[in-house]
């Protein structure tokens, strides 16, 4: 066992200790979502009414995790009950149920936020914020019922009918000690059945459910149902409840371990991954030693003063690259070598001219060439040989 993968251990195994300490001395909270699950047992899940909705309807209740839609498109169903609870369900399904409500179905829809627009205007009510209180008091307008009511004391979503149509009746109502009376369960005629809306679906939540003598309200609402087989359409949670991590997800020790065991597994696979090799040196590239030759060289004659011999040196490469390259004799430097020149070169011909010039100065042991003849001459044979 290498240094780096004992250091890795030992700081992987302080990570554990450290959040199993945390997860020791956290403080339990609740979850207060209102997510209306049947299968959640937090405050606002419907757990609890979920095991005594058998109970609560005398005849057959089926659970259908199908939409309406969907349900309604396989089967021609007779006059039933219809129970839809806090579900997300799309326009062409809302339309199926009023298809079966107008047949002679009642619909009984506790439902906050989730009715389309065009779908709660052609039933005839609106619905809105009413009250920003943090209690309030859910009560049935029915004298016999008066004695049963809700008091909602967390969190309750304030909503009410800010619109109803003349013909829909009133069946329960938001009580607050501040506000006037807000209706927030109704009943519409549709068809040949009726639709049942009540825009509080927290009565029916664990919370509310599990307070003493709360139950009887939860019954009063659902007894506006006639006795006859209630259709409960449930959001899809049951396939959710079959996925394998589920249960493990869903307990908090066993979600820390969970991704604890899934971070280390991370770092053992990335860090044990790695090529192991010895570091491969920088390997420098060879240097070019003969630009530093010619580099010498040019110093050593520049310090000499030497422009006659640099003159006759550049001379003597021009005229041997003449020879190689353009294949033209430099045996004789007249008037037919300056025409072959400007020829093949493409020069003009007082650019040649006046380099062989300088060529034979260069050529004669006894002419006096200054640096400029130098310059000069190296810049002509140059732009010649370009």
């Not at 195994?13 to 020791?24: D, G, N, P, S």
């Not at 939540?205 to 599990?210: F, S, V, W």
């Not at 650019?351 to 190296?378: C, F, G, H, T, W």
Request: glycine share 4%; proline share 4%; with cysteine.
């Amino acid at each position: 066992m290498n240094k780096t993968f004992k250091i890795y251990a030992v700081i992987f195994i302080v990570v554990m200790i450290m959040l199993a300490l945390l997860e020791v001395n956290k403080k339990e909270t609740t979850d207060w979502r209102k997510n209306f699950d049947i299968n959640e047992k937090s405050p606002f899940g419907l757990f609890v009414f979920n095991n005594e909705a058998e109970g609560l309807f005398k005849k057959v209740l089926k659970k259908e995790d199908r939409t309406p839609y969907e349900y309604y498109s396989l089967y021609k169903k007779k006059p039933h009950n219809i129970v839809v609870i806090e579900n997300e369900l799309d326009a062409e399904s809302w339309k199926k149920i009023l298809d079966q409500v107008s047949n002679g179905s009642d619909a009984m829809l506790i439902i906050n936020r989730n009715v389309p627009k065009e779908i709660s205007d052609s039933i005839g009510y609106y619905d809105s914020d009413i009250s920003f209180e943090e209690e309030n008091v859910l009560k049935l307008t029915d004298k016999k019922y008066q004695n049963d009511f809700v008091k909602l004391d967390k969190f309750p979503s304030g909503r009410g009918f800010s619109f109803i149509k003349p013909k829909v009746q009133i069946l329960g109502k938001t009580v607050e000690k501040k506000n006037t009376d807000q209706a927030n369960f109704i009943k519409i005629k549709f068809g040949m059945g009726n639709i049942y809306v009540h825009c509080e679906p927290l009565f029916l939540t664990n919370y509310y459910l599990l307070k003493p003598g709360n139950i009887k309200y939860t019954q009063n609402v659902f007894s506006y149902l006639p006795d006859r087989e209630t259709i409960w359409f449930v959001p899809d949670g049951s396939k959710s409840s079959r996925f394998f991590m589920r249960f493990i997800l869903s307990n908090p020790a066993l979600k820390y371990a969970w991704w604890i065991f899934l971070g280390g597994l991370i770092l053992f696979i990335f860090f044990n991954a790695k090529r192991k090799q010895r570091v491969v040196p920088i390997a420098e590239p060879l240097r070019n030693t003969s630009m530093d030759f010619v580099k010498s060289i040019g110093n050593l004659y520049l310090q000499e003063g030497d422009f006659h011999d640099m003159m006759a040196k550049k001379a003597q490469y021009f005229l041997n690259k003449v020879r190689m390259d353009l294949l033209i004799d430099t045996q004789n430097l007249d008037s037919e070598f300056a025409k072959k020149l400007h020829l093949k070169t493409g020069k003009p011909a007082e650019i040649i001219e006046e380099a062989i010039i300088l060529i034979k100065k260069a050529q004669d042991p006894y002419a006096s060439v200054l640096k400029e003849d130098l310059i000069r001459m190296n810049k002509l044979l140059d732009e010649i040989l370009k």
